[in-house]
């Protein structure tokens, strides 16, 4: 079964953000950064969509 997220539509926090921008320009994963902030996948690759970040996919 999935992992539940507790957090359903909480706004993000400019430390998740800043740590966000962090983790993206490192090259992570959009799974790993997902679970480094305890939020969906969905919910971080809308957000660096927003803020027009790249994050790398598993090849």
């Given at each position: 079964?999935?992992?539940?997220?507790?957090?359903?539509?909480?706004?993000?926090?400019?430390?998740?953000?800043?740590?966000?921008?962090?983790?993206?320009?490192?090259?992570?994963?959009?799974?790993a950064i997902a679970k480094a902030?305890?939020?969906?996948?969905?919910?971080?690759?809308?957000?660096?969509?927003?803020?027009?970040?790249?994050?790398?996919?598993?090849?």
């Open positions: 079964m999935a992992e539940r997220f507790e957090r359903h539509k909480q706004p993000w926090t400019s430390d998740e953000i800043q740590k966000l921008h962090v983790l993206a320009k490192k090259g992570m994963a959009l799974k902030l305890t939020r969906s996948e969905e919910s971080v690759k809308d957000r660096a969509k927003a803020d027009g970040l790249g994050i790398s996919k598993l090849r």
